[in-house]
T-cell receptor
């Protein structure tokens, strides 16, 4: 049973555009929602995280939007750059270890 | 921020031998560490939760006798793949939880069994 559903599976964005990745969850016990960036051959690196008492969090070009009633959260990457090309994972944690979405492979083209 | 060091970054071993992977939290103490396995172009799959001073908790379907986990100190957890076979070839990643920075991941270990 997939606890966190992530979409799209892959995404191609023009340089300077906005990349949007969405995740949905069912477990209302989740209380921590991080996003990770992973480059090939490397471990995931934390980008930004949010807790359910906040509807939006912004750090630089990265923004998480959180909709508690819909049980959805999304990552927005503003002014996307070729260096942002990587795989992005959403995750969630409640009374269990982190569970991950299946990942989104982002390609930013010039 | 929190740093987790994982070694080796890659290893090639012969079928039937054992391989040990180390995961260290460099600037914080981690009572709990996690071991993941990742196949190409797939997500991270939790293998086990490693607790300092006690036995690891394995996820369903993970062979505890094949994947031995030891968490002997607050900064070190090890994963030993015993009697490795080609199907054990994968990318193994550890993670530790720091109260300030959340979950920090190591850089991963690429295991190839030939």
């Amino acid at each position: 049973q997939q606890q966190v559903k992530q979409s799209p599976q892959s995404l191609i964005v023009q340089k300077g555009g906005i990349s949007i990745i969405n995740c949905a969850y069912e477990n209302t016990a989740f209380d921590y929602f991080p996003w990770y960036q992973q480059f090939p051959g490397k471990g995931p690196a934390l980008l930004i995280a949010i807790r359910p008492d906040v509807s939006e969090k912004k750090e630089g070009r990265f923004t998480i939007s959180f909709n508690k009633s819909a049980k959805q959260f999304s990552l927005h990457i503003m002014d996307s750059q070729p260096g942002d090309s990587a795989t992005y994972f959403c995750a969630a944690r409640g009374n269990t270890p982190l569970v991950f979405g299946k990942g989104t492979r982002l390609s930013v083209i010039a | 921020g929190a740093v987790v060091s994982q070694h080796p970054s890659w290893v090639i071993c012969k079928s039937g031998t054992s391989v040990k992977i180390e995961c260290r939290s460099l600037d914080f103490q981690a009572t709990t560490m996690f071991w993941y396995r990742q196949f190409p172009k797939q997500s991270l799959m939790l293998m086990a939760t490693s607790n300092e001073g006690s036995k690891a908790t394995y996820e369903q379907g993970v062979e505890k006798d094949k994947f031995l986990i030891n968490h002997a100190s607050l900064t070190l957890s090890t994963l030993t793949v015993t009697s490795a076979h080609p199907e054990d070839s994968s990318f193994y990643i550890c993670s530790a939880r720091d109260l300030s920075y959340g979950y920090t991941f190591g850089s991963g270990t690429r295991l190839t069994v030939v």
